[in-house]
């Protein structure tokens, strides 16, 4: 009793200093209810590099099948306008398979790997390839915010809010916007939904019991029981759950309720909350929001507010801390809550951003230095990267339109990798992983085995090959995308194509290696 006498005192001595507005617990909700919707905000003040999103061409008969599933053809000519295109091209064509950055210094940067990102448009849910194709609606019904992937990729938790009522729930749905589920049902309001790694546990805010806790569900059993986590009262919220699972981040106001908003962590199961990042009591005070732990669970990203909790303007920035506290540096201007969500492979991070409270929100990117930047979505926010494990492509030959496959399905080092009529299995999948220096793996998703030049040859007409993955640069490829769309598939140790042997348009017609040419039978279409 006599803390909270003391900090409720401490409390009232800042409200007069900083002339804080809100005072009760109900402020807290509407300000939660301004983190979940508000489009990350803030434009830098430095010039934008170029845009890394492109529409795809509307003859694209998959892409408009897809479409046609959610929304239709005139939901595309909507939201067609939503990818930018690079430096004011009217080509309908893709910057790159792997996504591609200009840095400080002129050179090109990019991405190992073709990533999918979530986001949110006009109140529902969507999501877009790397390389700007695949622009899919995923939500149609009530007001959805807050994406969240699942570890392995398969679904989504995401924050509905429908009807009259105002509450929010935590819904689950599979990435393709099929088979929505509820998981909270308290009738209040429920956020911030954050995956465990295993995928097994979702973490979220919610305002039941008369305070605004965190807690955690299991997401297939007993989820309407979930554990309460954390401090036990004021504002707790924005879990974020550490690569290994060990820890949460999360922001709480427990210093001082309703008036400094600090980054604290604490284990998984609750205990040993600590404090991380706290602003001063006097001006000018930071407010620290939306955390977001790194790939490699060495740093924590972060939002950073200045002098301002409610709207976030006009000062705050895309700040990085490392995961002990230390190092706290800025890496890009965001006027707003900016959400900022790291790329698979921890080589940038995509952040919301707009120019005032009440102006559209652009989702952009800055390199994890600093040194790159530009726009990524137009009048979108709250951008979430899908996490690389899952995400499966087929690789089309374009001369023959028959799949890159694992000859029989075998999952024997040294079996042959062929072109076969493509029919959808397992043995025709690839993962596509960040490897080092742009390349990347390509792995067989029935076998867990990489693409690889046998023997590490440097001779055309070399056979391709799955064996375990080991590391080397015969199995490290670089994805360059054509203007079409099409992509050469260039080996890392000797700079030849992957190639279909003689153009041949057979089933079970070999794949090698041979000197880079332009000819269709080393031209692939790369899509999930």
């Known amino acids: 009793m006599t803390r909270d006498l003391l900090r409720r005192g401490i409390a009232a001595v800042v409200f007069v200093a900083t002339t804080v507005r809100r005072l009760i617990v109900s402020a807290s909700l509407a300000c939660a209810v301004v983190l979940s919707t508000a489009s990350a905000r803030g434009v830098g003040s430095h010039e934008m590099a170029a845009p890394l999103f492109r529409y795809a061409s509307a003859s694209d008969g998959k892409l408009l099948a897809a479409d046609a599933a959610t929304q239709g053809v005139e939901l595309r000519k909507q939201v067609g306008a939503l990818i930018p295109a690079p430096l004011g091209s009217v080509g309908t064509a893709p910057i790159n398979r792997a996504a591609t950055f200009a840095t400080s210094d002129g050179v090109q940067a990019q991405t190992t790997g073709l990533y999918e990102l979530a986001f949110v448009h006009g109140g529902q849910i969507f999501k877009v390839r790397s390389d700007g194709t695949g622009l899919v609606q995923l939500t149609s019904e009530g007001v959805n915010s807050e994406p969240a992937w699942a570890p392995d990729g398969s679904r989504i938790a995401f924050v509905h809010r429908g009807g009259s009522s105002g509450d929010s729930e935590i819904d689950v749905m599979n990435e393709d916007g099929s088979n929505v589920v509820h998981r909270t049902n308290a009738g209040s309001y429920n956020s911030s939904p954050a995956w465990s790694p295993d995928g097994t546990r979702i973490a979220f805010s919610s305002l039941r019991d008369g305070q605004y806790r965190i807690y955690v569900m299991r997401v297939d059993e007993d989820w309407w029981n979930p554990v309460p986590l954390g401090f036990d009262r004021g504002w707790n919220a924005q879990a974020a759950w550490s690569p290994d699972g060990t820890k949460i981040a999360f922001v709480s106001d427990w210093r001082a309720f309703d008036i400094l908003y600090?980054?604290?962590?604490?284990?998984?199961?609750?205990?040993?909350?600590?404090?991380?990042?706290?602003?001063?009591?006097?001006?000018?005070?930071?407010?620290?929001?939306?955390?977001?732990?790194?790939?490699?669970?060495?740093?924590?990203?972060?939002?950073?507010?200045?002098?301002?909790?409610?709207?976030?303007?006009?000062?705050?920035?895309?700040?990085?801390?490392?995961?002990?506290?230390?190092?706290?540096?800025?890496?890009?201007?965001?006027?707003?809550?900016?959400?900022?969500?790291?790329?698979?492979?921890?080589?940038?991070?995509?952040f919301g951003?707009?120019?005032?409270?009440?102006?559209?929100?652009?989702?952009?990117?800055?390199?994890?230095?600093?040194?790159?930047?530009?726009?990524?979505?137009?009048?979108?926010?709250?951008?979430?990267?899908?996490?690389s494990t899952s995400a499966v492509y087929a690789l089309v030959a374009s001369h023959s339109q028959k799949c890159l496959d694992v000859s029989g399905a075998s999952v024997d080092d040294g079996a042959p990798v062929i072109q076969w009529q493509c029919h959808g299995g397992e043995n025709q999948q690839w993962r596509i992983e960040a490897a080092a220096d742009g390349y990347s793996r390509i792995i067989a998703r029935h076998s867990g085995k990489c693409l690889d030049v046998n023997g590490a040859s440097l001779d055309d007409g070399a056979s391709a090959i799955q064996w375990q993955c080991h590391g080397g640069e015969n199995q490290q490829w670089r994805i360059e995308a054509a203007s079409d769309g099409y992509s050469r598939v260039i080996a890392r140790h000797s700079g030849k194509c992957l190639d279909v042997n003689g153009a041949s348009l057979d089933d079970g017609a070999s794949v090698i290696q041979w000197q880079c040419h332009g000819g269709e039978n080393q031209r692939w279409l790369v899509h999930p």
């Open 353 to 387: 951003s707009s120019e005032c409270p009440d102006c559209p929100s652009t989702i952009q990117y800055v390199t994890r230095d600093g040194s790159g930047s530009g726009v990524l979505v137009w009048d979108a926010y709250s951008p979430s990267w899908r996490p």
């Open 262 to 350: 600090d980054l604290y962590v604490m284990n998984a199961d609750g205990s040993d909350v600590r404090l991380l990042l706290g602003g001063p009591f006097f001006g000018p005070v930071n407010y620290y929001f939306q955390p977001a732990w790194s790939p490699d669970g060495g740093t924590i990203a972060l939002t950073v507010c200045t002098n301002s909790w409610d709207t976030c303007f006009p000062e705050s920035t895309v700040a990085l801390v490392n995961a002990d506290g230390s190092g706290l540096r800025s890496i890009a201007n965001a006027g707003g809550f900016a959400r900022p969500s790291w790329s698979p492979d921890g080589s940038i991070i995509a």
